[in-house]
């Protein structure tokens, strides 16, 4: 459909702007609490809030916090809460055993958040490098990525992760075949119901740093992730990752980084139709914080255009280190 636009000065399109009353009328895309997915970090021990220096605002929290700020996060009516854990080196291996201990930090905070009853969802993240010596998201050997060995461990972090009662699972390893292995999996162990958002269209990126340190995954990581996460020149390879997880049973889809990749969030949308979200990392929440700790910015206000930008492009959700600041400032309106 052509915009039809009669000529100066018919059209003035300045009218529409002229008054908060009209831009509101005119408002195309909105920002809700129903939006967010809020990303937190795990630590072990008790009342630990441990701040994560390249994310100014963002802290490791023990388990007991976890609980506090979940049940925070649910009154301020936030739908879902990610999973994070800052592994100690010394459960690190090159078989990544921990990744599926039922008693891991991921699998308690899981149980610890079901045991109070608390009304969110709870997301998780399937991936090796948290416990992997080599810092990858799957099983190295000889200095190769395995892609079907990783696959086989990664199920049964997914099955442990199931099976403490997470809600949404969220594959972020970029294995093949995963997804298809992993709902296979759920089905036959009778978690019918356990949602997958596939980190569907990952692109190898430079803008996840400050969330390596704090998983402290950086000091272990050798490389780059280039053999599995996407190549940040491609578009239409993307839709082929999303049509693929889709096609192997992931109920929701994932770009990731998120405002360098707009253009790919709104082809996945305009494709498939899927509930589709994007992944504001840890790179794009420093530069806000960095340069509005400078002076440079108007931190808060870049994060409001940031986050309705994902709107915009089609997204339904965005995963949001900022999710609580967004949430308190809606309620306070
Ligand atoms: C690990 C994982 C990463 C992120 C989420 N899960 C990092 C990576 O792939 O190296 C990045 C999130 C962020 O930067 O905020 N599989």
Known sequence: ????????????????????????????????????????????????VE??????????????????????????????????????????????????????????????????????????????????????????????????????????????????????????????????????????AGHKNVAILSYAAKYASAFYGPFRDA???????KGDKKTYQMDPANSDEALRCVARDLGEGADMVMVKPGMPYLDICRRVKDTFGAPTYAYQVSGEYAMIKAAAANGWIDGEKAMWESLLAFKRAGCDGILTYFAPDVARGLKAG
Not at 18 to 34: C, I, K, P, Y
Not at 87 to 114: Q, S, Y
Not at 153 to 161: D, E, H, T
């Open 51 to 188: 701040p994560v220096a390249s994310m100014p605002g963002v802290n490791r929290l023990s388990l007991d916090r976890v609980v506090g700020a979940a049940a925070e996060a649910a009154d301020l009516g936030i739908p879902a809460i990610c999973l994070f854990p800052y592994t100690d080196p010394a459960h690190k291996t090159a078989g990544c055993e921990e990744a599926w201990n039922p008693e891991n930090l991921t699998n308690r905070a899981i149980r610890a958040i079901r045991d109070q009853r608390i009304e969110i969802a709870v997301m998780t993240d399937i991936a090796l490098d948290p416990y992997n010596i080599h810092g990858h998201d799957g099983i190295v050997v000889d200095g190769q990525i395995i892609n079907d060995a990783s696959v086989a461990a990664l199920v049964k972090m997914a099955l442990a992760q199931a099976e403490a009662g997470a809600d949404i699972l969220g594959p972020s390893d970029m294995m093949d075949g995963r997804i298809g292995a992993m709902r296979a999996a759920l089905e036959e």
């Open 215 to 221: 998983v402290g995954a950086s000091g272990a990581l």
């Open 1 to 48: 459909m052509a915009p039809i636009v009669p000529p100066f000065p018919m059209a003035r399109l300045r009218r529409m702007r002229g008054h908060a009353g009209l831009r509101a009328l005119a408002r195309e895309n909105t920002l809700s609490v129903d939006d967010l997915i809020w990303p937190v970090f795990l630590r072990e021990g008790d009342s630990l």
